[in-house]
């Protein structure tokens, strides 16, 4: 179980280096632009934050939606620029852009033509996915948590 949540991925330093910089950029960005903006206005959404169109994530009430939403926005980011339990972080955070993209977005077009769009999240949703792929690098503390004892070949 240590090896799924905290295998940090390859450890050559040059992709350790771009990973860090996607981790860092990526989480940041989310953090404070999304989710610190929706803590704010938490009590002027709560009331009418949508909520997932299927089950089980229909049987939640909209605040309880938005607590969600600000959870993986703000904790999941978070995780994200620590490198702490990278691929599980990346995973609810894709999946909320997931969400975001085809429920709440999902009459509005593809791409930003002055209103609400998919683009942003799927957007989002890219980082995150090569983040599942290739884990957070060796400068993390997913690389501090799991040592390896032998060198991995990719």
Known sequence: MKKFFFDCGTREAGASAGLLILRLGFGLMMLIGHGWGKIAKFEAA????????????????????MASTILAEVG???LLVLGLA???AAFVLG???VVGAFQVHAVDPL???GGPSKEPALLY???C???IAAGSGQYSLDAVIHRERRRRLF
Do not use: E, I, Y
């Not at 909520?51 to 309880?64: K, M």
């Open 86 to 88: 990278t691929r599980p």
């Open 125 to 127: 949703l890219f980082p």
């Open 129 to 131: 996915l090569a983040l």
């Open 76 to 78: 999941c980011a978070a």
């Open 46 to 65: 709560k009331d009418t934050w949508p909520v997932p169109d299927f089950l089980p994530f229909s049987l939640l009430t909209p605040p309880l939606s």
């Open 111 to 113: 791409f930003m033509g």
């Open 95 to 97: 999946f909320t852009m």
